[in-house]
């Protein structure tokens, strides 16, 4: 962890919200005139797309489990060492993965490559001068056998909904939007299963800040559902692991946020429609109290 160089982490899988998220830290650096280094998880998957594809295959075929889940599949070797390196200094190596066409004709004209959509561009160094390192994808906080990005960290945010809507978004996303079939969704969640409990679950007990999303309609056969529940349809549940040290002020929080309340001493329970504002409200003291501190 680092004063000088300090490092947010959000970590959630795809499709659990971590783009509202990014918005409101986006939100939240451009009022506060805030330069961020921003790191997509992506860029340290191990494999490219088509690399992935024939990865994963050989890996069925020797009864293997492989998915992005988990470090097979996965550099955090070089996350924990970007995250080290930037606490140190305020910079690093980083890459881009390419998820679609038009990022990759950004990306060639930026480069002067000719690479596709599913590929990484080349590792380069972190411009100096950037106020903080801002990171969104899976493995934030993530903790292996070999390494521990979780340990440099100075501020770690979970988004994850209940289990059984996160199926739900993530079995509409691939089928609307990519084409798979239904079997194919689920042969993808049960072969994702062990990497998931291993090395997805425990980043949210380290994580100071949990935003959880419930749905409020019956999401109990998530295979079948045939829509996904909207913010109105939900609850958002925030935990602070330890709110002294974040100097969150309940009183404050419930009064600005219409229909809130505790849940428990250390969570409050928001309406799913002000889930983007209650981000807003609670983070920004805490990333100026950081940038203070950074100063001072």
Do not use: C
């Not at 191990?46 to 492989?66: C, F, I, P, Q, S």
């Not at 979780?150 to 609307?176: C, F, S, T």
């Not at 999303?213 to 692991?241: C, G, K, L, Q, W």
């Amino acid at each position: 962890m680092s004063r000088k160089h300090p490092i947010v982490a959000v970590t959630g899988s795809s499709g659990a919200g971590t783009t509202t998220v990014k918005r409101a830290f986006e939100h939240i650096f451009y009022r506060d005139g805030i330069q961020a280094a921003v790191i997509e998880g992506d860029s340290f998957h191990r494999y490219d797309r088509v690399e992935m594809k024939a990865e994963t295959a050989r890996a069925g075929a020797e009864g293997r489990n492989l998915s992005h889940f988990g470090p097979d599949a996965n550099r955090f070797d070089a996350l924990a060492e970007l995250f080290h390196r930037y606490g140190e200094s305020g910079t690093g190596k980083k890459r881009y993965y390419i998820h679609s066409d038009d990022e990759a004709t950004q990306q060639n004209a930026r480069l002067g490559t000719e690479l596709k959509a599913g590929q990484f561009t080349p590792w380069e160094e972190i411009p100096e001068g950037t106020d903080l390192l801002f990171y969104e994808g899976l493995h934030g906080m993530v903790v292996s056998d070999e390494h521990n990005v979780a340990e440099h960290v100075d501020l770690g945010v979970g988004v994850v909904p209940i289990v059984n809507l996160e199926w739900i978004q993530k079995i509409h996303r691939d089928n609307l939007e990519r084409g798979y079939s239904a079997e194919a969704i689920v042969d993808t969640i049960m072969r994702r299963m062990p990497d998931y409990i291993r090395y997805i679950t425990p980043q949210f007990s380290l994580t100071d800040i949990n935003f959880q999303r419930v749905a409020t309609v019956d999401t109990s056969n998530p295979f079948i559902a045939r829509d996904i529940p909207t913010p109105d349809e939900s609850f958002v549940i925030i935990r602070f692991r330890d709110p002294e040290a974040l100097q969150i002020d309940f009183p404050f929080l419930l009064s600005m946020i219409k229909d809130s309340f505790m849940s428990r001493r250390n969570s409050m329970v928001v309406p799913g429609g002000k889930m983007g504002m209650a981000m807003e409200i609670i983070l920004q003291p805490i990333i100026e109290r950081m940038m203070d501190a950074r100063r001072a």
